[in-house]
């Protein structure tokens, strides 16, 4: 007992060493999935993932600055076709998608640069919408960027030369595995945890505890604003690549606002800033959703996943409005207290205040 | 008065519409504490808020003793203006509720890159012991009068030259204001000058050197602050005690009954 806590609170001063043990348990994991599941259990696992990757990103952008945007779908669906037009059969663009672009139409890449690629598309397009739509608020921004969703749809939807419009791209490369989507986990948590505890966090924070406040002391609110609109973008991008390539095929319905729903009841549940909850969250979900289809089946109720997701929002807001752990970590780097005397003496004692009548 | 460390010069502001604030003129030297007193809405906040870049003038200008020379404030960004050395307590203490006391003050000396933040915290505990108690709570989680310290102190992190207070006393027990004035007196014989907004001009006055008056956008009355808490028009108005200058009438002294 004493060793394991010991081994412990090691841990937790060590991040370095934290980090490489969970990654070398990660990879440990993910090889014997690789090696001993179902290629429809390693489906699910990878679909738990994504949702990761999408939870997390959207916790930081929204949960941490107060934002409250739907829009990932749309930037799933710019990161999803970009990289499915990227890896895409040589052979078969010339055919299947005219409209390209010579030096697209002729070459043939692997899943890295593409996702990449559908990643960059996705912030670009998040850097863009982002300057008129973030000076909206609340239900406004919500609003609006649903609006998004519908946007991209149609662009999609009517750019067939590039596209196939409603047709959608078939037959796409299986390229995701467990490796890929695990790893673009790693570098998404890895990424917002470092940027949720520097400085810049708290700075985004602070804009939503108070934007006077946070204007009084010189943060540069629009720029920080946008900047995690489009980082939450960037990784939505991602993760729509790594989607396409697991499913094999990418139409303009793929990702709609069922999606968006399904993110942000991850996002809440888990506690909007979360970024472990926002994943813990992610993976019950994914599972609930998976382990309910052979029921819907069974008992011809199709819906079923939505109804119990719907209801555990409910509940959620009702009973634990501020998610599974607020906006806080279940671990977290305290920051240390110089001289903090170790024992909780009353303040009272020590110069504090009488607490007001008002 | 010391060598103007602000000059504030027939500023005119706008809130859509309506003006706020009406050529407007104001003074801060060096190592002051000027009050600006005012009832609601006579463009206190208004005024700092100009002062900070949060709100732009239509005419008029400012100008901020920086360290290598003046500079006008009026085109500079808000981030800009802290950087120079000018920090803004809003009104209403503003603290960011969700956040511990210790990140609150770490946010305080957002824009700072040096290595004396650490040192700096340390100071201010020892200035404000009940801070270091409080030091990993959420700031929302403190009374009102510790909430105003924990502002005061976060506003000081930026290390400013001029420190802006609006409304330190708004909401809190007498008691606890008198705290408050005594730490902004200390916090001006370390050597920060303090521009305050108050509208509670009798303990304004009593820390004061000097004091402007500020009603319906315009500047009244102007002077130092023990001549106007001797004006009469200043002692009826915002002080609450009846003149007999200003009634005309001899007020008989009050039976006490026991």
């Known amino acids: 007992m004493t060793g394991g806590t010991g081994m412990m609170d090691r841990l937790r001063h060590n991040p370095a060493a934290l980090g490489i043990g969970l990654l070398l348990i990660g990879a440990a994991l993910i090889a014997g999935a690789e090696a001993w599941l179902t290629p429809f259990e390693r489906t699910v696992i990878g679909f738990a993932g994504i949702n990761i990757i999408l939870a997390v990103s959207l916790s930081f952008s929204n949960g941490l600055t107060g934002l409250f945007s739907l829009g990932h779908p749309a930037f799933m669906m710019l990161g999803g076709y970009t990289a499915a037009i990227l890896t895409f059969p040589a052979m078969r663009k010339s055919t299947m998608l005219p409209g390209l672009p010579e030096f697209i139409a002729t070459s043939e890449l692997s899943l890295l640069p593409a996702t990449l690629a559908g990643g960059v598309v996705a912030a670009v397009a998040a850097l863009i919408a982002g300057f008129p739509v973030l000076r909206l608020r609340g239900h406004y921004l919500a609003v609006a960027t649903l609006g998004l969703i519908v946007i991209v749809q149609v662009l999609i939807n009517n750019m067939d030369s590039i596209t196939r419009g409603a047709i959608g791209l078939a037959g796409l490369p299986r390229l995701s595995n467990l490796w890929w989507i695990y790893g673009w986990v790693a570098v998404t948590l890895f990424v917002t945890w470092q940027l949720k505890h520097a400085s810049l966090g708290r700075a985004l924070m602070s804009i939503r505890e108070n934007e006077l406040a946070s204007a009084s002391i010189g943060v540069r609110r629009a720029r920080l604003k946008l900047f995690a609109f489009v980082l939450g973008a960037f990784f939505a991008g991602v993760a729509g690549a790594l989607w396409a390539h697991l499913v094999t095929n990418l139409t303009p319905n793929s990702f709609g606002i069922v999606t968006a729903f399904m993110i942000v009841v991850m996002v809440v549940l888990g506690g909007s800033g979360s970024l472990i909850g926002a994943a813990l969250a992610a993976i019950a979900l994914s599972v609930i959703s998976e382990a309910a289809r052979p029921i819907e089946r069974a008992i011809d109720a199709y819906g079923l996943v939505q109804i119990v997701t719907a209801t555990l929002l409910i509940a959620v807001l009702l009973f634990r409005p501020q998610g599974l752990f607020g906006s806080g970590e279940p671990v977290t780097r305290r920051m240390t207290t110089p001289g903090k005397p170790p024992s909780k003496t009353s303040h009272e004692h020590r110069g504090g205040f009488p607490n007001e009548t008002s | ?258």
């Not at chain 2, 502001?13 to 030297?29: E, P, T």
């Not at chain 2, 005419?59 to 006008?72: D, K, L, N």
């Not at chain 2, 890159?113 to 989680?141: C, M, N, S, T």
């Not at chain 2, 976060?154 to 809190?172: I, K, Q, T, V, Y």
Request: aromatic share 4%.
């Open chain 2, 1 to 258: 008065m010391p060598d103007a460390l602000l000059k504030v010069e027939s500023i005119n502001v706008w809130r859509g519409a309506s003006q706020v604030l009406n050529d407007v003129s104001l003074s801060v030297g060096q190592g002051e504490i000027v009050a600006l007193l005012g009832g609601n809405g006579a463009g206190k906040t208004s005024t700092l808020s100009t002062i900070s870049g949060l709100l732009r003038p239509k005419s008029g200008s400012i100008t901020f003793a920086g360290e290598s020379g003046p500079v006008s404030l009026t085109s500079l960004r808000p981030e800009n203006i802290v950087k120079l050395g000018i920090a803004h307590c809003p009104e209403g203490r503003q603290v960011f509720g969700g956040l511990s006391v210790m990140e609150n003050l770490r946010m305080g000396a957002y824009l700072r890159h040096d290595d004396q933040i650490g040192a700096d915290v340390e100071h201010y505990f020892e200035l404000f012991p009940i801070l270091r108690e409080r030091a990993d709570l959420k700031a929302g989680q403190l009374s009102g009068g510790e909430q105003m310290m924990l502002a005061l102190t976060r506003a000081l992190m930026s290390r400013p030259r001029l420190l802006m207070l609006d409304e330190p006393s708004l909401g809190l027990a007498p008691q606890v204001i008198d705290q408050i004035f005594d730490r902004i007196e200390e916090i001006r014989a370390q050597g920060t000058t303090v521009f305050l907004v108050e509208q509670n001009a009798a303990m304004a006055l009593e820390v004061a050197d000097r004091a402007y008056v500020i009603e319906n956008g315009k500047i009244t009355i102007s002077g130092n602050a023990s001549e106007l808490a001797e004006d009469p028009s200043v002692r009826e108005a915002y002080l609450g005690i009846e003149t007999t200058q200003a009634t005309g009438a001899e007020i008989p002294p009050m039976e006490t009954s026991s």
